[in-house]
């Protein structure tokens, strides 16, 4: 079975402050997929990033970053700077090959609210 | 727009009321899904199609039933509605195994 956890439910920062939200996952497939969601209070669900399994690198989009460690199954991600924007609700997600139906499987969710 | 188009966006229901919940996507999409998303508890999915004509159950099935006549269309039926179904329903489509979903704007169903 496959699962995702989110241990922080909620994270407050101030402003410009640099915040990482933790994600580690469990599966039995060898190729994988990982992606981060964005759910603003508007309530709309956004897609942040998708990885396989096979790309360890690690990725910067502008003040996001994400980090990729398949030793300790975790995709962590990085605010850098965070602003009161980025406040929102975020989700991790799996979804393994052997998987059928491209099934994505959702962490809880953390809730990172930004203070000015 | 292209995109996930759900409809209603909000309803509210008495207990024992049946209703459907209509999603629909111009994207092409083989794939299409419904999940729910309760306080806590992230999205869980409740049934999903891999094409037309086909579905299959997700985590939490009891009490809804779907349909996919059509690819572009998918749609969530509740029978007979229940306190325990207030929730944010999503519909979603993905073009195939690996790809991320696009989302619809999400029901907001109260059931009294």
């Known amino acids: 079975a496959q699962k995702v956890t989110q241990a922080q439910t909620e994270i407050s920062v101030v402003e410009k402050e640099d915040v990482t939200l933790d994600c580690v996952y469990e599966?039995?497939?060898?190729?994988?997929?990982l992606f981060w969601y964005k759910q603003p209070p508007s309530g709309e669900l956004v897609f942040l990033i998708r990885?396989?399994?096979?790309?360890?690198q690690n990725e910067i989009s502008g003040r996001y970053s994400w980090n990729f460690q398949k030793s300790t199954s975790s995709f962590n991600f990085t605010i850098t700077a965070s602003q009161v924007v980025d406040s929102a609700v975020y989700f991790c997600a799996l979804s393994g090959a052997m998987e059928y139906g491209n099934k994505l499987v959702f962490g809880a969710g953390t809730i990172l609210r930004v203070k000015s | 727009n292209a995109g996930v188009t759900q409809t209603p966006k909000f309803r509210v229901l008495k207990t024992g009321q049946s209703m459907t919940l209509l999603c629909a996507q111009d994207m092409n999409h083989e794939y299409m899904y419904w999940y729910r998303q309760d306080p806590g508890m992230g999205l869980r999915l409740i049934h999903y199609s891999v094409g037309e004509g086909t579905t299959a159950k997700g985590e939490v099935p009891d009490g809804y039933n779907v349909s996919r006549l059509k690819k572009q269309n998918f749609l969530l039926g509740l029978e007979s509605a229940a306190p325990s179904q207030t929730s944010v329903y999503f519909c979603a489509s993905s073009y195939e195994l690996g790809y991320g979903y696009t989302f619809g704007s999400g029901t907001r169903l109260t059931v009294v």
């Open positions: 990885r396989n399994s096979f790309d360890e």
């Open positions: 599966t039995r497939d060898t190729t994988y997929y």
